[in-house]
Structures are given as structure tokens and as C-alpha cells.
């Protein structure tokens, strides 16, 4: 039996968030058959191939490349499609601290440019500009929080200027845009498989590309007599049965995206993840901004979801304060600076639950608790 900490006992069931990772019954079995086989000692074996055949055919693109993380994925990406030490990397001013990292990680310098305004993705028109004004080497776009980018767009708008691009679908495995999955529109997408994550293995990562050049590169940069960032038997054995039931899951949490999303627009005036209709977002989180509630008390909801456990964190930081010495700020930041003071993201595992009925919940708590803290 799972120690069951004092929340989760008394918390009510409409308002409890699902346990992570999840024992799906088809996972022991993975676990198991890796046992027995013994494929869990071997360097290479039928699981990582399994994976990466998997990924194709989700995906439809002939290159996958499994490797540690989503992190070491992004940068074996920005190696693949060929930046080079001094290249400029166009980056928006808020996105995953570690995609910061990749590009100084290369040797490159990230180009900074805004969000659009009371969201998490990058200004396309900023983005036209900066690639119009300077030689930039390639560009690094992340779908966030429930919102994806327009595949399409970007491809044009980054085909127009023969600037190569890299898709962070991280957060968003498996889902559509205009009939296409995220990490599929531009020349190389990448996963994570991390601890979190929609997909999970605990850690992990693959890197996807159309082009073979992209998958060579990245190959002998990695490939080391060995591989230096390998992904295990044991980690690809345990994503096989994650895969079966990603669509299905994905659904399910779209509509239970919708009704929070509802919810949290009527009831407190808060400003929610958008997509399109038609489109299917995978929501490994969905985020939210104050909208017009006060900052100090949107501040509250969020002290007050966490000490009753529930799966509630802030944004992420941003790079509107980072230093001139570190990138190149084309624009001034001000949406993702903003994004970075007053986001909130609802974890995937707390959208099973229900949204009036955790607002209820804070409610009654916030008003039963006096302010001693802060
Ligand atoms: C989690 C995440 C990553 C990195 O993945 P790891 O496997 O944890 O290294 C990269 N980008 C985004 C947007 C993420 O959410």
C-alpha cells in the first residue's frame, strides 16, 4: 500500500488530484517482460527499437533519435540542424529555463523576443522582424501551458527567411495542429520523457526530424564509440504502453481542459490557456493569468491550492532580466516579464478533478483561514 499523506485522506474525492506516474497494470506487465527477458541489462535491444519505430508512425517522420532528456534534446537538435559557436538563436522571452542553456550550451547566443500579450507564446511578428534584420542561426519555440503554436505559420515565416527551426513539443506529446502532431512541422521537434511529463519514463527524451542530414549530425555528435546520452531498454519498455493510450488520454484531458477552463474564466475572471477549436492541445499543464483579479490575491489561490497539496505551481522564470552579457534582448520584454510574475499552472493530474468544486473548496478554506503567514 502506498504511504497516503494526511491531504490525500481528507481531502474530498471531487477534488483530489490522480497519483503520478500512473500503475496501469500494462506497465507492470512492461516491467516484467523486460525482467524476463532480460533485455533491462543490455546496451541495445528490441525496446529501444520498438520506441523509435512507435514514434515514427505517430509522428510519420522517418528520423527519431531517443536520448536522456528533453533537455539534452533540444540541444542535440540545435547541433543537428547545424548551429554553430557565435550563431544567434531567436528564443521568446519566456520559455523553459534549460532551452536558455542549450543555446549557450552550443556556444551560440540567444536573441530574445516578447510573448504575445496575457500568453506563453512567442510574438510572430516580433519574430519576422528579428529574423528580416540579422543572420540568425535557428530558432527555438516551445508549445506551453495548453497553448500550441501555429505549425504553419512558422514554417512559412521561417522557410521565407531559410532560417532552420526547432519545435519544444515537451509539453505537448501527441497533439494536433492542422492535421499535423506538435514536433512534426518544423525540421526538428523534441520530447521529453521526464518524471512529469504526459509521456514518462522518469527521465528521457528523442529528438524527431524529417531530415536525415538533421539525425546524422546529431548521430555522430553523440555517438561516442557509445552513445552518451542513451535512453534505456528499461525506460523505452515502460513508454510502449504510455504510447497505446496517449490519444485516448489526450481527449480525456482536452474535455476535462474545457470544462476548467470554463470554470476559471466565469467564476474568478482569470485568463486561461487558448487554442482553437478543432485543435487538441495535450495539456501536461494548463496555464492561467489573473485576468483582472488583483495580483496579491491571485497570489492567494495559488499559496493556498499548495498547502492543501494540490498540484499548483508558478510559471516559469523568463529572461526579461537576464543580462546583455548573456543574450541580446531585441525587444523589451514586457509579456513574458509579465507571464513570469503572474502565471499559475494547474498540473495535468489535477484536471481529472472537479474545477467548481476545487474552487469551492479554496474558497471555504481561504475564508475559514485567517492570513498568519506572509
Ligand atoms: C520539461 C521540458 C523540457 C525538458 O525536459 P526534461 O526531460 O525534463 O529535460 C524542455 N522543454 C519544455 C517546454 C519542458 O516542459
Not at 532560417?163 to 512541422?185: H, K, L
Request: net charge neutral.
Amino acid at each position: 500500500m502506498p504511504i497516503m499523506t494526511p491531504s490525500e485522506v481528507s481531502l474530498p474525492p471531487e477534488v483530489r488530484p490522480l497519483p503520478w506516474p500512473p500503475q496501469w497494470p500494462a506497465i507492470g506487465e512492461a516491467l516484467q517482460a523486460v525482467w524476463s527477458d532480460r533485455s533491462w541489462g543490455r546496451y541495445d535491444g528490441p525496446y529501444c527499437q520498438r520506441l523509435v519505430e512507435r514514434l515514427q508512425h505517430l509522428h510519420d517522420l522517418p528520423w527519431i533519435y531517443l536520448c536522456a532528456s528533453g533537455t539534452c534534446a533540444v540541444e542535440l537538435a540545435l547541433r543537428g540542424v547545424g548551429v554553430q559557436a557565435g550563431d544567434e538563436v531567436v528564443l521568446a522571452g519566456y520559455d523553459y529555463p534549460g532551452n536558455f542553456r542549450a543555446i549557450e550550451a552550443v556556444g551560440a547566443r540567444p536573441v530574445l523576443v516578447d510573448v504575445q500579450p496575457g500568453r506563453w507564446t512567442i510574438d510572430l511578428r516580433q519574430l519576422e522582424q528579428v529574423l528580416g534584420n540579422s543572420r540568425i542561426g535557428a530558432v527555438v519555440v516551445s508549445h506551453l501551458h495548453g497553448e500550441l503554436l501555429p505549425g504553419q505559420e512558422m514554417s512559412d515565416l521561417c522557410q521565407r527567411f531559410g532560417v532552420p527551426w526547432i519545435e519544444d513539443a515537451c509539453q505537448a506529446p501527441g497533439a494536433w495542429i492542422g492535421g499535423r502532431r506538435a514536433g512534426t512541422w518544423a525540421d526538428a521537434g523534441v520530447l521529453s520523457f521526464g518524471g512529469s511529463k504526459l509521456l514518462t519514463a522518469g527521465r528521457g527524451g528523442a529528438v524527431l526530424t524529417r531530415h536525415q542530414a538533421v539525425w546524422q549530425r546529431i548521430k555522430i555528435f553523440a555517438e561516442r564509440g557509445n552513445a552518451a546520452f542513451p535512453l534505456s531498454e528499461l525506460q523505452a519498455a515502460v513508454l510502449l504502453p504510455q504510447l497505446d493510450r496517449l490519444d485516448e488520454q489526450n481527449r480525456t484531458r482536452c474535455r476535462q481542459a474545457l470544462l476548467w477552463k470554463t470554470t476559471l474564466e466565469t467564476e474568478l475572471g482569470w485568463q486561461v490557456a487558448r487554442w482553437a477549436d478543432g485543435t487538441c492541445p495535450s495539456f501536461y499543464k494548463l496555464g492561467v493569468q489573473p485576468g483582472a483579479m488583483p495580483a496579491d490575491e491571485f497570489e492567494h489561490w495559488l499559496v493556498s491550492a499548495r498547502r492543501w497539496g494540490f498540484p499548483w505551481g508558478a510559471g516559469f522564470r523568463g529572461f526579461a532580466r537576464r543580462t546583455t552579457r548573456r543574450c541580446r534582448q531585441a525587444f523589451a520584454l514586457v509579456h513574458s516579464q509579465a507571464a513570469a510574475d503572474r502565471t499559475i499552472l494547474i498540473d495535468h493530474t489535477h484536471l481529472a478533478a472537479s474545477p467548481a468544486a476545487v474552487i469551492n473548496f479554496l474558497r471555504q478554506s481561504m475564508k475559514n483561514s485567517t492570513v498568519i503567514d506572509s
